[in-house]
């Protein structure tokens, strides 16, 4: 069953350094997200992509967060100098486009940032 | 924020039904009824949606009240593998610009 991947499944960082979240969607979807979750919270909402541009992005994503898809296959989230509040697990998510689209989001297994 | 209401928590004997109820009162009427799981600290996985005809997987089935400010979500057989938050999410059918938003569910724990 195709299958929404992540790495590195965790990673730790020093506050303001640079972090580089990847994700491989399932092949022929072309929405793609990013979500996340604080430790004991809700999932939120980061953003989401489509044609090569963001559609829609929440008010968590601010000018630190940047996404893009460099190779048609990768889906990046990058946070240019992170802050101990980053800490939280990240998940990409995808989903199909067209009469396909049932409206499911297929989620990856998440990538666990800790920011120290 | 989410547009729904869910009880905190729930415990469920292993082999019954568990049903996780869901308030949606302002639902619009082209909005549909997904419901999600994460289990620990798993990515969500899709679980059924519905619109406004009760519907049937091999995960779970939907109920929705006549004036679709209500659903219930039934896993038939609970095994202690169910045990997991589980999230009633209402949206547009998602065409990409329409992203899920989720609240903080129901906390299924399926007992021995």
């Known amino acids: 069953e195709p299958e929404v991947t992540q790495t590195p499944s965790h990673q730790v960082t020093q506050m303001g350094q640079e972090v580089i979240l990847r994700c491989v969607p399932i092949?022929?979807?072309?929405?793609f997200y990013w979500y996340r979750q604080i430790l004991g919270q809700k999932v939120e909402f980061l953003v989401s992509?489509?044609?090569?541009?963001?559609?829609?992005k929440s008010e968590i994503f601010d000018d630190q967060f940047s996404v893009e898809r460099p190779d048609g296959s990768n889906f990046t989230l990058k946070i240019r100098s992170t802050k101990l509040e980053d800490s939280a697990m990240y998940f990409c998510?995808?989903?199909?486009?067209?009469?396909?689209?049932?409206?499911?989001?297929?989620f990856g297994e998440g990538s666990r940032l800790t920011v120290l | 924020d989410a547009k729904t209401t869910q009880p905190p928590s729930m415990d469920c004997a292993e082999g019954r039904a568990a049903n996780l109820p869901c308030n949606h009162s302002t639902i619009s009427g082209n909005e549909y009824v997904y419901w999600y799981r994460q289990i620990h600290s798993q990515g969500p996985q899709y679980i059924i949606h519905?619109?406004?005809n009760n519907e049937t997987n091999e995960m779970a089935s939907l109920i929705i009240t006549e004036d679709r400010k209500s659903s219930t979500l039934i896993l038939p057989h609970a095994t202690l593998r169910d045990t997991a938050v589980y999230y009633c999410i209402v949206s547009r059918r998602n065409s990409g610009n329409t992203p899920l938003v989720f609240g903080k569910g129901t906390r299924l724990s399926v007992i021995a």
């Open positions: 092949s022929n979807h072309l929405y």
């Open positions: 998510a995808s989903s199909e486009s067209g009469p396909a689209n049932t409206g499911e989001l297929f």
């Open positions: 519905g619109l406004k």
């Open positions: 992509f489509y044609n090569n541009e963001i559609s829609e």
